[in-house]
């Protein structure tokens, strides 16, 4: 069985050729073999091609994948190695979407660069996001572990020198970047939370890295804070990086300065009890600008107490959310508060407590009778714990007894947290919402923190410090962008696309460079993004 072509003349002189598929068949009565046709093609010049290759390809499943290649022609064709390249595909797209090519090629404009900066920043971004690791392993993951796309190599010194320039373009280089993308995004700013971290250095300290309260439990070590500012849909806006013994109450007016030349709009600022003062209060009111603020509701000031002894009903508005709004005060003092109530988080609030009563009973009865005694250590360390040592107190004669005030005090504050809003426009529904909307923040940092291996940190000067940090809030907008249009996690979509590989082929012609097929996943991630799924073959390098 054999594919021949014949020849007809036509008429008007033309030739037309068809192609069949043959097979010989002896004739008795003359005693030769001739061609018996199975099956015509059709003309040469109209082939169903892709019938043709569903042909070829049902066959070869009948024979080994050795003697398919050598059916094509291809005995020497050998498979040299494959390499991830659907993450870093989408992440290179979505960063040119964004523009930074352009921001950064037009900086680089200025500067006597020949080497591959804007590609190495990106590589460094992308590392972040797919595979974090040092900057020396970044040098080997693109090297070897990743089909990045780059057109020229990319090595250490390329990333250093890359990260002294991104440095140097931060101010600039964040604002343009968040209004490419909302403009790209069609973002609107109404609500902008901020919220402040920290993270912990594998250094020595100094006037930078410095010792204070660590929101990552490593008290042992010097760090730096961390802030950050982002829009309810949980893109950032901007990142600070701070002196590790920076105090929160201090950034608020910082932020405000830095944000002010952005002409953000009218735009309400959402803070953390941690960051609620009489002086930021005024500092977010600047220039018309309003706020919602968690107030600390044991922290015994008399208009917060005012506030929570209001009288009045809770009104539902969502499930497991109910809210009472109250003001306090008259003219210059007039304060605006919503008073909200969990009470699922209230169910969760007395069963923590009672345990904790009861582990305190349980303590108290295995000291015995302590009075007319000295103090033992456990007794200090009971009265001086963090949790239960407000449950307790100690009558005149040394005996320990739960402190029953002090339980009916914490019992009214179960499942209730207290805002404090200037803004009079917005509901106390509106204002719960957007309160409850701060999680953004803490997922932010979340995805900082394990996501994208922001810590611990181990460069020695301030600038690479600095530079690390927005690589990260680089790799965090472009893994927001990702999850927000389409819908799923970060670590479902790398999961997915990470088995999207460029294949390498060699002969002694040349090398080829061809991706594997697409699965329906993958389909669907690049179709959500908008972003063209890339050549069946990449690359064809002949042989000199």
């Not at 199975?38 to 499943?61: E, N, Q």
Request: net charge positive.
């Amino acid at each position: 069985m054999y594919v021949r072509t014949i020849s007809r003349k036509n008429k008007d002189g033309s030739v037309t050729t068809y192609v069949q598929l043959a097979h010989n068949v002896r004739d008795p009565k003359r005693g030769f073999a001739r061609a018996k046709v199975l099956h015509t093609f059709g003309r040469a010049d109209a082939l169903d091609l892709t019938a043709i290759r569903r042909l070829v390809k049902s066959l070869c499943r009948f024979i080994s994948p050795e003697d398919a290649l050598a059916a094509r022609g291809s005995t020497a064709l050998r498979f040299i190695r494959s390499r991830p390249m659907g993450g870093a595909h989408l992440l290179r797209q979505l960063w040119e979407r964004l523009g930074l090519p352009v921001v950064l090629n037009n900086a680089l404009a200025e500067r006597s660069f020949s080497a591959p900066v804007e590609w190495a920043v990106f590589a460094m971004v992308a590392n972040r996001a797919l595979a974090p690791d040092s900057k020396r392993g970044v040098e080997d993951w693109v090297r070897e572990d990743v089909a990045l796309g780059n057109p020229e190599p990319i090595s250490l010194q390329h990333l250093y020198r890359a990260m002294d320039f991104l440095l140097a373009q931060d101010a600039g280089l964040q604002k343009e970047v968040f209004f490419s993308t909302a403009d790209l995004f069609n973002i609107e700013v109404d609500l902008l939370f901020f919220d402040t971290t920290t993270t912990y250095a594998e250094c020595e300290e100094d006037d930078f890295r410095r010792y204070g309260h660590s929101k990552d439990s490593r008290p042992d070590r010097p760090q730096v804070v961390i802030g950050l500012a982002v829009t309810k849909e949980g893109l950032p806006v901007r990142c600070w990086v701070l002196p590790g013994n920076t105090q929160d109450m201090t950034t608020v007016e910082m932020i405000k300065t830095d944000l002010r030349g952005w002409r953000l709009g009218r735009c309400v600022w959402v803070l953390d009890r941690g960051l609620s003062s009489e002086e930021n209060r005024m500092i977010l009111q600047r220039a018309g600008g309003h706020y919602i603020l968690g107030e600390k509701l044991r922290d015994r000031q008399a208009v917060h107490k005012e506030a929570l002894s209001f009288k009045g009903r809770f009104r539902k508005v969502r499930e497991n959310l109910e809210v009472k709004e109250i003001v306090v005060g008259a003219g210059e003092r007039r304060r605006r508060f919503v008073l909200v109530f969990n009470p699922e988080q209230a169910r969760k609030d007395k069963a923590t407590r009672d345990k904790s009563l009861q582990k305190i009973e349980e303590t108290i009865k295995g000291l015995g009778d302590p009075s007319g005694k000295a103090h033992k250590k456990s007794v200090c360390a009971l009265l001086s714990h963090r949790t239960m040592g407000r449950f307790v107190r100690q009558t005149k004669t040394g005996k320990l007894r739960i402190n029953l005030a002090k339980v009916q005090e914490e019992e009214a504050l179960d499942g209730k947290y207290l805002l404090s809003t200037s803004d009079d426009t917005l509901s106390a529904e509106d204002v719960a919402l957007g309160y409850k909307q701060l999680a953004e923040v803490e997922r932010a940092f979340r995805t900082l923190k394990t996501t994208l291996d922001l810590r611990p940190l181990y460069h020695r000067k301030e600038e690479r410090i600095r530079a690390h940090v927005l690589l990260c809030y680089l790799a965090l907008l472009l893994v927001r962008i990702a999850e927000r249009e389409t819908g799923e996690t970060w670590d479902r979509i790398r999961s997915v696309m990470e088995r999207f590989h460029l294949g390498e082929f060699s002969s002694k012609d040349g090398r080829v460079f061809q991706r594997t097929e697409l699965t329906s996943d993958q389909a669907n991630i690049f179709n959500r993004l908008k972003i063209a799924v890339p050549a069946e073959v990449l690359d064809v390098r002949l042989s000199a």
